[in-house]
């Protein structure tokens, strides 16, 4: 008879050991996902901010190269010529930014997991 009850004890401890084990495993995978939440609201703060500074900017040598040009256009057309040579740098190495995001994504990825 104390046989069968060290068996019952031994076996409750296993069973509390694999719940340990399981919720342990659980909290590490929110505590990942958690990180990796944090860091995309992180990143989208950061771009939005960055757009505003770079209009805003852009706004700037305008109206910078409007008065040097002695222009009330001109300098709006510089600019957006600027932003059209960079759109069609885009457009035709499509694949080859997409591969350079795609990378730098699973390299964030990866990061995040291995911690």
């Given at each position: 008879?104390?046989?069968?009850?060290?068996?019952?004890e031994?076996r409750?401890?296993?069973?509390?050991?694999?719940e340990?084990?399981f919720?342990?495993?659980?909290?590490?995978?929110?505590?990942?996902?958690?990180g990796?939440?944090?860091q995309a609201i992180?990143a989208?703060?950061?771009?939005?901010?960055?757009?505003t500074?770079i209009?805003?900017?852009?706004i700037l040598?305008?109206?910078?190269?409007?008065?040097?040009l002695?222009?009330?256009?001109?300098g709006?057309?510089i600019i957006?010529?600027?932003y059209?040579g960079?759109?069609?740098?885009f457009?035709?190495a499509k694949?080859k930014v997409?591969?350079?995001?795609?990378?730098?994504?699973?390299?964030m990825?990866?990061?995040?997991?291995?911690?």
């Amino acid at each position: 008879m104390a046989d069968l009850l060290k068996f019952n004890e031994f076996r409750d401890n296993i069973v509390k050991l694999i719940e340990a084990k399981f919720e342990l495993t659980k909290l590490g995978f929110q505590e990942k996902i958690e990180g990796i939440a944090v860091q995309a609201i992180y990143a989208l703060l950061l771009f939005i901010l960055s757009i505003t500074v770079i209009i805003f900017l852009s706004i700037l040598m305008a109206v910078g190269l409007n008065i040097w040009l002695k222009s009330a256009w001109l300098g709006y057309l510089i600019i957006f010529l600027i932003y059209v040579g960079i759109l069609t740098t885009f457009i035709f190495a499509k694949d080859k930014v997409q591969t350079t995001i795609k990378e730098k994504v699973q390299g964030m990825i990866d990061e995040n997991l291995d911690k």
